[in-house]
């Protein structure tokens, strides 16, 4: 009984001399993002681009001694499931969220976020995502307003259209980007001759392309996602539309391509610089690594964006020495041109990044972009 009992207490010793009573403290990221869906391309490189960088950190040390401990949750680009993923990181105790990809997703946890403290940046360009008044919230993209301002001068003053129609979905974002974009037309003399909507993920837009076929444009404006636009490309050029075809930055991924295939060639993009074309070390050594850790190139821009809006955030604890969101936030507000593999990253009173840099590219024949305008 005696030996029984001394054998106990001696396995009893050798638990406690593994099993430390306390756990290091991390430094919780969350991250959300349509890990599945229909923008799975674009929340699988967010995801991943993360995980790069807090791999990377950690592996000098981590944050003022604490280690990043990625945790994600899959939106799958639905404001309900968004919402669900703003509780769900709260509740496990995140200080920063990256994401979403979609200003409608992003939104939608906006809300949570805020009232928890907990830092948020998305590359969401809705101009909404900035006039609620959170302080929690950080914009890492530029607002639908600043693409319109770029698109209507090169449709009206560079290319000269003279019939002009816009289509979109029915999204927060594609919505108030084609919105954006009418009206910054109309205030240069443009001529909108059709402004449509369509249902994502519909599959066929042969009856709203008929509806604008008759309407004989020169160009149409596809505001919604690369999912739908690389679908409404192809079948535009099936139905004979001979109108030239610009799709807004969320076109810009590499499925469009796909999706569209032999009538991709000839389409122009507007978007912010594509990832391979950007100038900065910064950006030449992350895509050089995101390479050899995943075997491919980042979808997007908006994955480099991402990675970007949580360099700041960190880089905003750090030269507070706090973890203190408040703190950090304070610091944010007042950014002036910190380096960012994206190129400098200032921030306005109103958690916008502060300045635009956009550009049209057209789609070659091969795949490539080649720059037309900036």
């Known amino acids: 009984m ?7 207490l001696s396995l009893v010793a050798s638990v406690f001399l593994v099993t ?3 756990a290091a403290e991390t430094l919780k990221v969350g991250v959300q993002a349509p890990i599945t869906g229909a923008y799975a391309n674009e929340g699988q490189g967010i995801d991943q681009s993360v995980r790069l960088l807090a791999e990377q950190i950690n592996a000098k040390g981590g944050v003022m001694g604490r280690q990043i ?12 499931k968004a919402a669900i993923c703003a509780k769900d990181l709260v509740n496990k105790g995140v200080s920063m969220v990256i994401g979403s990809y979609t200003s409608t997703c992003a939104e939608a946890a906006q809300t949570t976020y805020f009232r928890a403290g907990v830092l948020q940046t998305s590359d969401g360009t809705s101009d909404t995502l900035t006039e609620h008044g959170y302080w929690t919230f950080f914009r890492n993209s530029f607002p639908n307003s600043a693409e319109a301002t770029f698109a209507a001068d090169y449709m009206v003053k560079v290319k000269k259209y003279q019939r002009i129609a816009i289509l979109s979905d029915f999204s927060s974002y594609a919505d108030g980007l084609a919105t954006a974009v009418a009206d910054s037309v109309k205030g240069l ?3 909108i001759v059709s402004r449509e909507k369509v249902k994502a993920g519909s599959q066929n837009f042969t009856p709203v392309l008929t509806q604008i076929k008759s309407k004989n444009p020169d160009v149409i404006f596809y505001a919604g996602y690369y999912s739908d636009g690389g679908l409404i490309r192809s079948q535009q050029k099936g139905l004979g539309i001979t109108a030239d075809f610009i799709g807004g930055d969320a076109n810009d991924n590499v499925d469009f391509l796909k999706l569209a295939g032999n009538a991709a060639a000839g389409t122009y993009i507007i978007n912010v610089p594509s990832p391979e074309i950007l100038p900065y070390d910064l950006a030449k050594d992350f895509l050089k690594a995101y390479k050899a850790k995943y075997n491919m190139m980042p979808p997007s821009i908006w994955t480099i964006l991402n990675v970007d809006g949580m360099r700041a955030f960190i880089h905003a604890m750090e030269t507070n020495k706090s973890f203190d969101t408040k703190k950090a936030a304070d610091y944010l507000h007042t950014l002036k041109d910190y380096p960012g593999i994206t190129g400098p ?7 916008n990044r502060v300045g635009s840099g956009y550009m049209a590219y057209e789609i070659q ?6 720059i037309v305008h900036k």
């Open 2 to 8: 005696l030996q029984s009992k001394a054998l106990v």
């Open 69 to 80: 401990e990625v945790i994600s949750c899959d939106d799958e680009g639905t404001a309900m």
């Open 365 to 370: 024949q091969d795949g490539s972009y080649k």
């Open 20 to 22: 430390p009573v306390f």
């Open 189 to 191: 003399g443009g001529n």
């Open 345 to 351: 990253i200032s921030f306005a009173p109103d958690g």
